[in-house]
């Protein structure tokens, strides 16, 4: 009997192996993830099949998925694939291939569905949308253009969302007079002030304050010129400073250690031990894929969606703008992350309204906010 028992147990592990087997041995190129990276996926020995065909495309640059944004799309491709029996493979841009013959690769792979990581492929698009009307083009972190054909999909994120959470943690740890340093040539950014106002605004009149300041400069994204001015910033008694970008952020972290004092980003630009940063509020890019796909395309990849719709604006609702709260990327000195949840949890059930406009100056009641001079 128990030797019946055991087959049994055998018999029904190897069926339940070769039924997630059936959808993992799906993807290619995952096996090169270098090991060094966090939380890569187990290698699959897949044969390098000429005739195989690819149903989700990942291009990226040619950094691949060393680069921590590509390799968190990457992922999400892959849970997709795996999940719902897709194939998948990425492509990297290299010295003698660019995103055009990268693209006419992947069309010859008869992929459905081609994923790019951001805007820096929008003029490349103009023309790639044109020339295979067939595939559909899903770019992320990127904001819709009139001139987008029917077949591209924009993913955008709430940057007023992330603007406001900066703005009103930030005040709500103690910090009285807050900086600004934007890019001057991204559109993008006015949002992330006009949301950090409207954050820090509240914070203010929850705490019955009266005497927050918020300076700001648009300036080229550049580190040296953020350095510069982020120094002038903390030599004006600035006590923190939000950057979005990368270039941006390193130069201001630069001066932030000099000064003693603090910046938070925009986005993940360090990896938690940089004692110049607050926080971080980040995309995350893996849910934001994975709501696209699941809420846009039916089993065999076709747009189920209305053309009105075909571009996506996500935000805390969708999980996809979150502040990391482990204590690694956590420096906040006096709140918690059950700070972060409450006023989280109210934003998402409509209980705080973030307005995303542009055009006009949002209204304020507490907060004194103007341009650096």
């Known amino acids: ?20 087997t059936a959808c993992s041995l799906s993807g290619e190129n995952n096996d090169s993830t270098d090991s060094t990276v966090e939380d890569v996926f187990d290698t699959y020995d897949i044969p390098q099949d000429t005739e195989r065909e690819y149903d989700i495309a990942l291009i990226t640059n040619s950094d691949g998925i060393e680069n921590e944004k590509n390799l968190s799309l990457w992922k999400s491709i892959i849970a997709y694939g795996d999940t719902n029996c897709k194939t998948y493979k990425y492509y990297s841009e290299s010295a003698d291939k660019d995103v055009q013959t990268l693209v006419s690769e ?15 492929y929008k003029n490349a ?37 992330a603007g406001y959470l900066a703005g009103y943690l930030t005040i709500l740890d103690g910090n009285k007079s807050l900086g600004f340093i934007g890019d001057s040539g991204n559109e993008r950014n006015m949002r992330y002030l006009y949301g950090m106002v409207q954050g820090a605004d ?16 648009f300036i080229e994204d550049n580190s040296d010129k953020a350095k510069s001015m982020a120094k002038k910033f903390y030599d004006n008694d600035v006590d923190v400073i939000f950057t979005c970008t990368e270039n941006i952020s390193k130069g201001a972290a630069q001066a932030a250690e000099a000064a003693k004092k603090k910046i938070i980003c925009g986005e993940r630009v360090f990896d938690g031990t940089d004692k110049s940063a607050l926080g971080y509020v980040e995309y995350d890019t893996v849910n934001a894929v994975d709501y696209a796909m699941k809420s846009g395309f039916d089993s065999d990849l076709d747009w189920i969606g209305d053309s009105e719709n075909k571009d996506l604006n996500l935000g805390m609702d969708s999980e996809c703008i979150v502040i990391p709260t482990d204590e690694k ?45």
């Open 1 to 20: 009997m128990k030797k019946a028992k055991k087959v049994l147990l055998i018999l029904l592990s190897l069926i339940t192996a070769l039924s997630v």
């Open 106 to 120: 992947v069309v010859d792979d008869n992929a459905k569905i081609i994923i790019l990581p951001d805007e820096n």
């Open 125 to 161: 698009l103009f023309d790639l949308q044109n020339i295979y009307p067939e595939i559909t083009f899903i770019i992320v972190d990127t904001q819709p253009d009139e001139f987008f054909a029917e077949n591209v999909h924009c993913i955008k994120f709430r940057e007023e969302q």
């Open 202 to 217: 509240d914070a203010t009149q929850k705490l019955r304050l009266h005497d927050i300041t918020i300076t700001y400069r």
């Open 329 to 373: 990327l956590w420096k906040f000195k006096n709140i918690s992350s059950a700070d972060y949840d409450d006023i989280v949890e109210k934003i998402v059930n409509g209980e705080v309204e973030i307005s995303d406009k542009t055009e006009v100056k949002p209204p304020i009641a507490a907060v004194v906010y103007s341009e650096f001079e």
